[in-house]
């Protein structure tokens, strides 16, 4: 976290911090609480996205808990530097005690997030058009984005198995790995097992994914209109591809000062102000950090309640088994 705030320091005195607070006091209060409105706006559709997928599961969930565990998944996933994977188990855990196993709730929740990844895969297309989108480098990595989902997708529809078969292999080599292995198969079955199923569950879980990713991308547009930058929607769609793979990198927690740093770099390249492009990414990162502040609050108060149930489980059991009771 130092780390990070120190990073993020340097890139506010590399970037003119004088224009960078006149482009964000350009920011109304009623703009700031809009952004901050499709950060948990994402956060929804995602929980909704999971419950129909726990549905095709057998398992009913009600939409504000799972709503509740998305803001406190993703804020595990901002605090742990993982590429925001860290939530996952965590949520799944909390899904246990409602009784979903552990690795249907990992499914569940990877799931979700395969389908939003899917829909970023669709519109990153909109970002090659832009000047940046134009460099070898970008066209090379979206080529190998969009292949690697046209891979997952032909070994699910296919039933090619290629995760599973290379997993067993991997597990003959060491008897050590049998256990871990033979939970990444069975996780691997249960995202297997969703596709196969009915397919009314499978696209109401991606019309929620495909919602969730164009909460954020509106985010986007809105948090350039907001600021008057004059940004075209190409070159918003690649400030938005840029700011999930900055946010994906598990260097520091929540990107802290590498997304604002990437986004200042990314706004100069296509010729506009360092200054521009850290607003903006300020602006972006506040909205989530109200999500993730939420997360915390919430993962206090769901934390505290199970550790409670918990104790009075254990002392009606105790009581129970006291002597002299009957």
């Known amino acids: 976290m130092l780390a990070g705030l120190g990073l ?33 706006g994402v956060s929804l559709f995602t929980a909704l996205a999971w419950h129909a997928i726990l549905r095709c599961y057998g398992h009913r ?21 993982s590429g925001f994977v860290a939530g996952i188990p965590l949520a799944a855990w909390f899904l246990r005690r409602r009784g979903v196993p552990f690795s249907k709730g990992m499914a ?9 990844l899917t829909a970023y895969a669709g519109i990153l ?42 997993l067993r292999r991997v597990g003959r080599v060491s008897s050590r790995l049998r256990r871990p292995i033979q939970a990444a198969v069975a996780f691997c079955a249960d995202v297997a097992y969703f596709f196969d199923g009915p397919v009314g ?30 940004l075209s929607t190409p070159e918003v769609v690649v400030m938005f591809a840029i700011t999930v793979l900055l946010m994906a990198v598990p260097f520091l927690p929540g990107a802290i000062g590498a997304l604002e740093g990437g986004i200042a770099a990314a706004f100069e390249m296509i010729g506009r102000s360092k200054a521009d492009g850290l607003a903006y990414a300020l602006s972006v990162h506040a909205a989530e950090l109200v999500v993730v502040a939420a997360g915390f609050a919430l993962f206090g108060h769901l934390g505290v309640g199970h550790l409670r149930s918990r104790d009075r489980a254990a002392a009606s059991a105790a009581a129970r088994h006291a002597p002299g009771r009957a």
Request: charged letters at 10%.
């Open 8 to 40: 993020l320091a340097l890139v506010v005195w590399l970037s003119e911090p004088r224009q960078t607070f006149e482009t964000l006091a350009r920011l109304a209060p009623w703009q700031a609480a809009v952004l901050v409105a499709t950060s948990f």
């Open 61 to 81: 969930v009600s939409v504000w808990y799972l709503f509740e565990l998305t803001i406190i998944a993703f804020a595990a996933g901002w605090a742990i530097p």
């Open 108 to 116: 569940s929740f990877g799931i979700s997030r395969f389908l939003e």
């Open 125 to 166: 297309p909109v970002a090659l058009l832009s000047a940046v989108g134009s460099r070898s480098t970008v066209r090379v990595g979206a080529a190998a984005m969009l292949g690697a989902m046209l891979l997952a997708y032909l070994d699910l529809f296919l039933d090619w198995r290629l995760a599973r078969r290379l």
């Open 201 to 230: 569950y499978v696209l109401l879980a991606a019309a929620f994914s495909f919602a969730a990713i164009g909460m954020a991308l509106a985010r986007a547009l809105l948090a350039s209109a907001f600021l008057d930058l004059g």
